[in-house]
């Protein structure tokens, strides 16, 4: 069954904003570590983000550092993705993901759960 639902995609601007939401259906993911990664046409999928269960420790790719904010809320057992200045080369399919323990790993293998994916297009 479906346990990460992503949502939040859709087409916007270079320069604009967008905000992703993974909706988790299974109780004790608001415990689990969470990651977002994205897949461009072509190219392999790449790590974006990570956060604890806290949310008080946060990993980032080098290539979203300062303009990328992922954040959760584990009342609503959802994690978010706030994506601003938005360029071109970030459009990709993003997907959420989920693993147990605390080690924000950075390697796709290393997550247990996913979701369908949610598709981000910047137009130039």
């Known amino acids: 069954q479906v346990q990460l639902v992503e949502s939040g995609g859709g087409l916007v601007q270079a320069g604009g904003s967008l905000r992703l939401s993974c909706a988790a259906s299974?109780?004790?993911?608001?415990?689990?570590?969470k990651g977002w990664f994205r897949q461009a046409p072509g190219k392999e999928r790449e790590f974006v983000a990570a956060?604890?269960?806290?949310?008080?420790?946060?990993n980032y790719a080098d290539s979203v550092k300062g303009r990328f904010t992922i954040s959760r809320d584990n009342a609503k057992n959802t994690v978010y993705l706030q994506m601003n200045s938005l360029k071109p080369e970030d459009t990709a399919d993003y997907y959420c993901?989920?693993?147990?323990?605390?080690?924000?790993?950075?390697?796709?293998?290393?997550?247990?759960?996913w979701g369908q994916g949610t598709r981000v297009t910047v137009s130039s």
């Open positions: 299974r109780r004790d993911f608001s415990t689990y570590v």
């Open positions: 993901a989920a693993r147990s323990g605390s080690v924000l790993h950075t390697t796709q293998g290393m997550y247990n759960y």
């Open positions: 956060i604890n269960w806290r949310g008080a420790n946060t």
